[in-house]
């Protein structure tokens, strides 16, 4: 599988490899990935990572999900990149970090949109 983050590519080997890089942090403990396992990108899981908060993506060649979190009504602000780009979330997308971890093991082992969270269609 590969694996973006805000340093680098990576070629991911192992549910171990894969636990290590997704611990990564930047800056303020940031990061966001992206994994996938085809140059062309699809399918595709992504995440913005602050802290023990995340807020997850799916992406097909045809539909996209976003993470369904909580009722918390207001913004979450997240980093897309090593300059500090502020991307503004919803916080009822965020969810524990956590999940993360288990959707992005789930997807490396299946290659598909894990069912186990709620998603919402974009």
Known sequence: MYLNDFS??????SLEELEILLKKRFLEEINFFILTFKENGFPQLSAFVKGNKCVIYYLD???????KGGTEEGI???VEDIHGT????SK???LPIDKFYKV??????TQT??????WEKI
Do not use: T
């Open 8 to 13: 680098q590519e990576y070629l991911v080997d």
């Open 61 to 67: 060649e045809e539909v996209q999900y976003i993470s």
């Open 76 to 78: 979450e602000v997240f």
């Open 86 to 89: 502020e991307v503004f979330l």
């Open 92 to 94: 009822n997308k965020v």
């Open 104 to 109: 992005a093991q789930s997807f490396f082992e």
């Open 113 to 118: 949109r894990p069912d186990f969270i709620e």
